[in-house]
C-alpha cells in the first residue's frame, strides 16, 4: 500500500500573509486541528491548533494582525506518495512528529497523513491476520 | 493490569474562576493539551488548547476575562482506578473521546488516561507476544 | 477482563494411560493440535500433535504401544482463571510455550488459552481503540 | 517493505518421492513444521507435521513405504517476492492458510512468509508508531 491510498487527500492550505484569525476560523469550520501553508504552490510550512495558543495567544498578540508566516513550523520532511508504508514509517521514526505532508514527484502538495492514519491502519490489519489465525483450523 | 498503573498521574488541575489566559500559559509550561477543571475537590469539567482556540479566541473574548467555568466541557465520564484495562474499553467505545480523568472509589481525581496511552500499552503487548511467537520453536 | 473470559473451555483432556493411537484419532476429530494429560482430576501434562511426531514416530515406537505418559510433556505452568489477561501476559513473557492450561483455585482445568487467543483479543482492541481515535473530531 | 524482505528464507525442500519417515527426521532435525515439496524446480506442494500425523499414522501407513506426493498439500497460492506487505494481506484474507510459499518472477521458490511473520512485523511497527506518538509532546 503506498502512502498515497493512506493519505488524507482533503487537507486544508492557506496562502503565505493568511491571518491567524482566519486560520482559527478555518479549522473550526473544517474540524481539524492543521494547516499547511503554501508557497509559489510548494508546501512550506504547517500551522496546528495549539501554535495558536502558544505562538499567539500566550505572546499577547493579536490573531487578526499575526500571520501564518511569523508562526509556522517549517517543513522538516513531506512524505513522497508513491513510497510504501513501512519505507515511511523508516523515514517517520525517530521524528517526534504526528503529521506529515505527502507530495508528488513534482514536490506538490497531495495529502496529509498523521501518526492516527497508520496506527489504524496497522490495527485493522493486525485485526484481519488475527482473525485468520483464529479461524484456521487446529490452532488449539 | 488496572486503570490505576497504566494512568498518567501528573494530571495538572485548575479550580473554577481560573482565567483563560493562566490556563493557556500553564499548557505551555507544563506541555500539556488538557486541564482539568476541579469544583469542591471533586473534578467537573477539561478544558483543552483547542478549546481555548474555538471557544474564546475565535469568538473574539479575552483570554484574560473569560474563564473556565465558561468554556469546559462537562465530564460525561470518569474511569475507576481499580477497573481492569479491558472494561475500561468497553466504557470507553462509542464515545468520541480521548482522554479520560481517572477517580478514586470517593470520586477524587487520581490521573487521567489517553487513549494514545492505551494504543502504547496495547502496541507494547503485541510486540511482546508476537515475540514471543516468533522466538517459539516449530513455527515454520 | 479475566482468563477466564478469554479462555477456551473446550478444551479436550484424556487420563493417564490413554495410548498414542488414540490421542491421534482424536486430535483428528475434534480439530485440535493439543490434549491435555489429567492425573486423579489435575491437569498433569500436555501433548502436541508435533510430539507424536518427534517422540512416537521419529523413534520407530508404535502409537498403538505407546501411551501419553511416555511422551507428554510435564506442566511448567498453569494460569490462574482470575487472573487479569495483563498479570497473565507478564507470567507468560520468557517462557517459549504456545498453550497455557488454565486452572480455578483448587487447581481443577477450566479451560487452555494460547497465544493466538492473545493476539486475536489485542488486535481488535487495537483496532477499537484506533477507530474510536480515527473517528474522533479534529485528529487532522 | 516487500514480502522478499519479509519472507523465511531457510525454507526446507524436498523432492516428490521423498518418503514420510525422512520428511519427520527432517523436521525435527530443522525444528521447522512444514517443508515444501518440489517437482522440476517449481514449488508443488506442502507438508506439516500435522499431515503426518492426520494422513499417515491415523491411516495406519507407514511412513518408511508412504511418499510426499500422496499426502502433500496442492500449492493453492504462492506470493510474488516483489510484493508489497500490504498487498499480500489481500490475497491472504479469506484463505484458511497460515504459510505462504513465496516465488520470484519465473516461479522459483525463493521463500516462506508465515502469519506468525506478519503478526510479528505489523506488532513491532504498532509498537514503533505507539512510541512516537507517546514520546511526542503535549498528548495529554
New interface residues.
Given amino acids: 500500500?503506498s502512502i498515497s491510498t493512506l493519505c488524507?487527500k482533503e487537507?486544508i492550505c492557506v496562502e503565505m500573509g493568511t491571518s491567524v484569525e482566519q486560520v482559527?476560523?478555518m479549522?473550526?469550520e473544517k474540524?481539524?486541528?492543521?494547516v499547511i501553508v503554501i508557497d509559489n504552490e510548494k508546501p512550506c510550512g504547517l500551522v496546528t491548533?495549539?501554535d495558536?495558543?502558544?505562538r499567539v495567544?500566550?505572546k499577547g498578540l493579536s490573531?487578526k494582525d499575526t500571520y501564518v508566516d511569523d508562526i509556522m513550523s517549517e517543513l522538516v520532511m513531506t512524505l513522497d506518495e508513491d513510497m510504501?508504508?513501512?519505507?515511511a514509517?523508516e523515514m517517520?521514526?525517530g521524528?517526534?512528529?504526528?503529521?506529515f505532508p505527502v507530495t508528488d514527484k513534482n514536490g506538490n502538495l497531495t495529502g496529509?497523513v498523521?501518526?492516527?492514519?497508520?496506527?489504524?491502519l496497522?490495527?485493522?490489519?493486525?485485526?484481519?491476520?488475527?482473525?485468520?489465525?483464529?479461524?484456521?483450523?487446529?490452532?488449539?
Fill in positions: 500500500m488524507n487537507v482559527g476560523k479549522m473550526e474540524n481539524i486541528g492543521c491548533d495549539r495558536i495558543l502558544i495567544i500566550n490573531p510504501g508504508l513501512h519505507d514509517l517517520v521514526k521524528m517526534s512528529l504526528r503529521r496529509i498523521t501518526l492516527d492514519d497508520i496506527i489504524y496497522l490495527g485493522k490489519e493486525m485485526y484481519n491476520v488475527a482473525s485468520i489465525i483464529k479461524s484456521e483450523s487446529a490452532t488449539l
